[in-house]
């Protein structure tokens, strides 16, 4: 998975592209970005899995983890993204039909990309600044 800051630090992508064991692939691109009047934030994703489009997924902090629910008709998919210096690690679950909690399927680690250094052709990661916490007026 690739995080990148877009439009002047107003919104951060997402990209991922997962091979199966069997060669099926699996793509998918997403918009994170934060409303301005609370520090709640936004998610907009698509897949190459070719279901039916969600709507945008409302995301928030508790405890310095990103939490996403992104529900559609057949249930609810939460993922979660920990940041923890150079590592992130994002978990995934579902809950579908009348399930009452959520079936953790996924947890990836992943580490920040070192910095190509000086005269690569590589252009290095730019860092992803906080989001502002924003207080309730």
Known sequence: MTFSRVAAGFAVTASYCH???DGNRSEGQGVFTAYPDHPDMLLYFVNSRGLP?????QASWLGGILTVDRRSERGTARHTFEVAGNVMTHTAGLRLGAATEFTRFMTSVGQRAPDPGPGSRLKAPEPVPAVPR???A
């Open 19 to 21: 091979i199966e064991a």
């Open 53 to 57: 489009r969600e709507p945008p997924a």
């Open 134 to 136: 924003l207080e309730r």
